[in-house]
């Protein structure tokens, strides 16, 4: 697939996708969110990909929302199948994906933008964030995952008062209360998506895959001891479980095949 809006570059076993609405800030529309869609699936079943660094173009936004006219006239049926197809096709993939995805947030990250980077696995913002779902000023509530990720990430309480206030929250609140793993300045932000996902890279591949679905099940009122179980029996199946012991023995380092 040709992207419009999209920028996907493979590297190093790293899939860099950058948003590229930089006149619009980045915003969804659904072309873009055909794109992602569409990204996301081919992340997920390519071996050469060990991770993806998500951002939006620009210095100003990582994505600003929604892009509102496209739906401002949806009557409640429209309004149910634009949420589920999102849920379905994005937000859900990248949560389910096998692959970490990790959130490089280059400025604003509002509504559906910050539902994008909460589905993601890892949240790096760069200072000048600022991070917010405003839903309820237009009459709506967050429709892709939104009320439920962020309770998961932030807690109950914290989740209400940033849903029903619409309030920003800068980059230094949302790591003190837990929305993103790292602040770093804008210059150091893809540089410290690198550092994290080469470390990632050294791993065993399946048993990260395993890991990543493990802890999403713990999340989804789904038996996440059993499933964390399964999971583990499965890795000793694994040529990779035979190589890092056998490095470890050896006292080498191991080299993972993801097989």
């Given at each position: 697939?040709?992207?419009?809006?999209?920028?996907?570059?493979?590297?190093?076993n790293?899939?860099?996708?950058?948003?590229n609405?930089?006149?619009?800030?980045?915003a969804l529309?659904?072309?873009?969110?055909?794109?992602?869609a569409?990204v996301i699936a081919f992340?997920?079943?390519?071996?050469e990909?060990?991770?993806?660094?998500?951002?939006g173009?620009g210095?100003?936004?990582?994505?600003?929302?929604a892009d509102?006219?496209?739906f401002?006239?949806?009557?409640?049926?429209?309004g149910?199948?634009?949420a589920?197809r999102?849920?379905?096709?994005?937000?859900?993939?990248?949560e389910?994906s096998?692959?970490?995805?990790?959130a490089?947030?280059n400025?604003f990250?509002?509504g559906?933008?910050l539902?994008l980077?909460?589905a993601?696995?890892?949240?790096?913002?760069?200072?000048n964030?600022?991070?917010?779902l405003?839903?309820?000023?237009?009459?709506?509530?967050?429709?892709?995952?939104g009320?439920?990720r962020?309770?998961?990430?932030?807690?109950k309480?914290k989740?209400?008062?940033?849903?029903?206030?619409?309030n920003?929250?800068?980059?230094a609140e949302?790591?003190?209360?837990?929305?993103v793993?790292?602040?770093v300045p804008?210059?150091?932000?893809?540089?410290k998506a690198?550092?994290?996902l080469?470390v990632?890279?050294?791993?065993?591949?399946?048993a990260?895959?395993?890991?990543i679905?493990?802890?999403?099940?713990s999340?989804?009122?789904e038996n996440g001891?059993?499933i964390?179980?399964?999971?583990?029996?499965?890795?000793?199946?694994t040529?990779?479980?035979?190589?890092g012991?056998s490095?470890f023995?050896?006292?080498?380092?191991?080299?993972?095949?993801g097989k």
């Amino acid at each position: 697939m040709v992207y419009q809006n999209l920028i996907s570059e493979l590297k190093e076993n790293i899939l860099y996708v950058v948003i590229n609405r930089e006149k619009a800030l980045n915003a969804l529309n659904k072309d873009t969110l055909n794109e992602l869609a569409d990204v996301i699936a081919f992340a997920g079943k390519t071996n050469e990909v060990r991770g993806v660094i998500l951002t939006g173009a620009g210095e100003k936004a990582f994505v600003a929302g929604a892009d509102i006219k496209e739906f401002s006239e949806y009557n409640a049926k429209e309004g149910e199948e634009l949420a589920k197809r999102g849920h379905e096709n994005i937000f859900n993939a990248i949560e389910n994906s096998p692959k970490p995805f990790i959130a490089a947030i280059n400025g604003f990250a509002l509504g559906g933008g910050l539902e994008l980077a909460m589905a993601c696995h890892i949240r790096i913002a760069s200072e000048n964030a600022k991070l917010g779902l405003p839903e309820v000023t237009l009459g709506l509530i967050p429709g892709y995952g939104g009320t439920q990720r962020l309770t998961q990430l932030v807690g109950k309480g914290k989740a209400i008062e940033i849903i029903t206030t619409a309030n920003m929250v800068t980059a230094a609140e949302a790591e003190k209360i837990g929305l993103v793993n790292y602040v770093v300045p804008q210059a150091d932000l893809i540089n410290k998506a690198e550092e994290i996902l080469n470390v990632i890279k050294q791993r065993a591949p399946l048993a990260i895959a395993s890991a990543i679905k493990s802890i999403v099940a713990s999340l989804n009122e789904e038996n996440g001891y059993a499933i964390e179980i399964e999971e583990f029996a499965k890795c000793f199946e694994t040529a990779d479980f035979k190589e890092g012991v056998s490095a470890f023995v050896e006292k080498r380092k191991a080299i993972f095949t993801g097989k």
